[in-house]
RNA sequence: GCCGCUGUGGUGGAACAGGUAGACACAAGGGACUUAAAAUCCCUCGGAGGCAACUCUGUGCCGGUUCAAGUCCGGCCAGCGGUACCA
């Protein structure tokens, strides 16, 4: 018979949801294993073979820990609230509800043909209001716990969407979903107060084990640095606060330079205030992305009429303003060191500005000596002749002792922009009351539901599409009673998914986003695998919420996720992204239905190095369904024998079965998939040499199993094996069986490799040497030379050197 | 600019912890089977030379350490990702 994988893949799938085998169980006394995946967003294009990558991994992840005996928590759902849908219904005329439940339909009929062990029993949908009941919940928590605040400040703000956009989502100037210009806007907007737990989000990333790359990107967007805040007086008798974090150039603070919206602007009144004026009308102007796009000319105007003084030299200096200083970072103004900073020194070489060096080691008449390893202080009467280091210790402790400054750590990273003004994504629970100020919705209330809206998109002002619903913001003042109106933004799409992991826990608790007991059992996640776009968006914002829900009690660990891992992207057969306009985009159905579910897996595991992009080829589909091919020839007709444990192997085939059984494990567990595919190719090379017997071949299918269940089940119950593949213990090897009696060892003369001799494994170095000599090709390259020495590596090789 | 990653056959990629470079596949070429094609099976497959045994050479480039370097060190070059006037 052939292998029908169409009817085999059917047969398995309808199997698996009526026995329902994977359910993760309630109580059990096994130890759990919560195994991750980002879920997915159910777009109207349907199921992309980005998809299954990590999809896959992680189920063969969630299929061994289940046969190593865990109680495996494998979850999915949808992270339905955003903007294709809301945009797709907009132009067809439909509620992005009904758009949703299709999408959502259309993915799980998807998921399922590939044959996921994903518990559905407990699959969420960010949607539903009584799951968005707890993503509300928890912004009233922090509403409560001052973490969620409103405030008038420049968003980004996305042309096209019409709509703002968090700092993480601008990517170079422009909307991370559908690249228009973003642009500078004045706006009130809801703000989470993320940079309260900066500090916590960087440390405690020391705690958890994700892979390096993750932890260096979420430093770096956090961006701790730590320096001083330094007060300069001025001739106006006000006070510049500056921050640095070279408290150790002071005295080559030689200028100010302040950002063009400083408040003390205001204040003043300057002689050349119409110039001044001029320049912050320009600055205001520009976007975000303007300013900084042009990095090589730095421009300004001096503040003329008011000077700074130098607080350790004593020195009058200039004030400029200019947008290289951002009013955003810091204190919005600077001290500038030109000997030691270049934009400060490209600054003063354009103005004409004096140049001190405070610190030896480099030319500040050629460039700015930033060295901090190296140099020497000068020109600082209070640390002259100190390192840059010990300095700044020095300097810090006289500015606070004189009460002129005090340390100071900053962050880059900036509060989250929290509202949107889009219609599909969760209400914010939120009333505005004329006297009371902004009031929260009481519990009870919740979920605050969505309404039904004549049209969906973002009215002319820049409002949600909720703000024309006339009856629906009028509400009472949950305090006092009075006129009050709803909040018409609605969350960003990141909120729904800051959370989601809680809920599987527990997914259908009416009482709390999950019980403590389901919590504690489950959290925090044992290994989570995304992608590595999320890393600055969804993995810090869940970081996060997790840290506030711990804060408050609500869950048991500061850190959700013990382990992350990052898969790299599938490309198009051109090595480009794969994308519409490029035509390259490839979709699994199609493969699903040419070559089957079990092979599109093994393929897609396959294809390369998991944690590296890798171009789709179809040819190579090819060869992963002659592998299956093979696999079922070998074992579609029944075996005869005894199958009962690994004494029942073939002499033949012990060693690469036991080796096999180490390389299959182990390389699941460090993602090389790619290599643990081969290994079993290999094997089945081997047994076409000479046939495998029943225990063999049990084997083979039960390590099969994880990567190709379908077949592996078939394959299983032709053979008239006891339960079923996915239920066996994974198989156990013995070290000493790896290793084969007689091993091939290289010989070298010179380092260079002569020959190979094969001897029995663990030979005496003296027997090893013996041996080689007497080799007839090594007999050859050494005669009427003399040895003088011997390397011999156990097991591998041995070098002869010779003169 | 800064931070991180990566450079290995025609292609995707292997190589534990410095120890036989190219596992496993794909493509290509040759052969068997077939009326034929597909499928399947067998052989060859980094480069150069040789009838052959074999020899030389080869992991982006230059140098170093070592008995031995794809792997370690120093200096470059190229590509990818992140970030961007963050003081």
Redesign the pocket.
Known sequence: MKYDFTRIEKKWQGKWEAEKPFTALYGSEKPKSYILIEFPYPSGTGLHVGHPRPFTAMDIVARKRRMLGYNVLYPIGFDAFGLPTENFAIQNKVHPMVVTKNNILRFTSQLKKLGYSFDWSRCVDTTDPEYYKWTQWIFLKMFEHDLAYKALIPVNWCTSCKCVLA??E???GGCERCGAEVVRREKSQWMLRITKYAQRLVDDLDDVDYV??VK??Q???I?R?V?AEVDFKTTTGDTIR??????DTLYGATYM?I?PEHSLLKKWSVENADEIHTYQEDAAKKS?FE?????????GVEVKGVRAINPVSGKEIPIFI????????????????PGH????W??AKKFGLPIIEVVAGGDVEKEAFEDCETGIMVNSPLINGLNVEDAKVKITKWLTENGLGVEKV?????DWVFSRQRYWGEPIPIVHCEKCGYVALPENELPLILPDVENYETTETGESPLAAMTEWIITNCPKCGGFAKRETDTMPQWAGSSWYFLRYADPDNKNALASKQALDYWTPVDWYNGG??H??LHLLYSRFWHKFLYDIGVVPTPEPYMKRTSH?MILGED?Q?MSKSRGNVVNPDEYISEFGADTLRLYIM??????????W???????????L??VW?LAEAKIEGRATSNEDLSKEHETAVHRAVKKVGC?IEVL?F??A??????L??EF??TKPNRMEIKLLLTLLSPFAPHIAEELWELQCFEGYASGQPWPEYDEGKTIEAN????V?V???????INVPVDSEDEFVVRTAVSDE?IA??IESKEIM?T?V?KN??V?L?VK
């Open positions: 700092n993480e601008v990517v170079d390096e790359r260096v990107q430093r770096n967007w961006g640095s320096g500056v921050f640095t974090t070279r408290q330079v950002s975000d300013r900084t796009e042009l990095v090589k000319e730095k421009t200019s947008d290289y200083v951002l009013a955003s970072y810091g204190t919005g103004a600077i001290m500038a060191v900073d270049v934009r400060d490209e600054f900053n962050f880059k990273l900036r590595m776009e890393t600055t790299g090595n992204k396959f294809i390369g190095d998991f944690e590296k992009a890798a171009p080829s179809h040819n190579a589909v090819k060869g992963c369904k002659r592998f091919d093979r020839n390389d090389k790619n290599t595919i081969a290994t079993l190719m290999a089945v090379n076409y040499i091993i091939d060892m290289a070298q010179m380092g260079k490799l002569r020959g190979t090709k050859r390259c020495r390397i590596v591998k090789l070098n050197i």
